[in-house]
């Protein structure tokens, strides 16, 4: 059986989903971040290869990488609505979105982070110069991509209700966590009325509240 290490409020969250929306049985390890770093424990870096969140094990195996792991899971539990295959008219879709939110969102809100940790961290006589800068690079570079992707999710989401087409996929499940990230930074304006009833369905799903509760953000409020 698989067991699910996993770390607060992280992205190995969207494994704990995913393990909730196929309803497989997996054994679940929490743990909490350091509460002055805020980083894994040493006790989770022992375990997880790259020191990161998510790690799986499963017998003798150490798995790390959200990507992986899903992959992983999904060929031990095979799931042709959560995981369309090439006959499916929803796979190309499911594709995109599955690995613009590896490959795309996600290095996008890590940046985004990044930025915001030095403006909270550099001595306020340097953030004269050093914030003027991060937000020039801020528009150029994040916003622009990301408007890209919000505009493309606007017209796929016109079309089905989820990114994966028209059941939710493991492409939905990954996108979640940027998503939700983006929302919460205030990157989903009006303009996305669509992303925004999106990240409403995704909240209403049954297996993600049981992974909230499980995770221990059930009270943490819909993100504006
Ligand atoms: N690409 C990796 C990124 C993993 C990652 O950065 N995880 C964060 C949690 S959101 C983490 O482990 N942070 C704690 C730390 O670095 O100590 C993945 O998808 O698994």
């Not at 679940?28 to 799986?56: C, F, M, Q």
């Not at 006959?87 to 795309?104: E, I, P, Y």
């Not at 799903?205 to 993100?223: H, I, L, N, T, Y």
């Amino acid at each position: 059986m698989i067991t699910l290490h996993h770390l607060e409020y992280s992205q190995s969250f969207r494994v704990l989903w995913l393990l909730e929306e196929l309803g497989v049985e997996y054994e679940l390890k929490k743990y909490n971040r350091d509460p002055v770093s805020h980083l894994a424990p040493e006790e989770y870096k022992a375990i997880s290869p790259l020191g990161t969140a998510p790690v799986i094990t499963d017998g003798e195996l150490v798995l790390a990488e959200t990507s992986a792991i899903i992959e992983y899971i999904l060929d031990l539990h095979p799931n042709e609505l959560i995981n369309p295959n090439a006959s499916s008219s929803d796979r190309a879709r499911h594709l995109f979105w599955w690995h613009s939110a590896q490959g795309s969102v996600m290095p996008l809100m890590l940046i985004d982070s990044i930025f915001r940790i030095i403006q909270e961290r550099v001595p306020s006589l340097i953030n004269l110069i050093v914030r003027p800068v991060l937000n020039k690079a801020s528009k150029g570079f994040i916003e622009t991509r990301l408007v890209k992707i919000l505009e493309m999710a606007e017209k796929d989401l016109a079309t089905a209700d989820w990114f994966g087409g028209e059941n939710l996929t493991s492409a939905d499940i990954l996108l979640s966590y940027p998503i939700e990230s983006a929302s919460m930074r205030g990157y989903i304006t009006a303009e996305y009325p669509k992303v925004k009833s999106w990240l409403r369905r995704v909240y209403e799903r049954p297996a993600f509240q049981v992974a909230k509760e499980k995770d221990g953000r059930a009270s943490m409020a819909f993100p504006t």
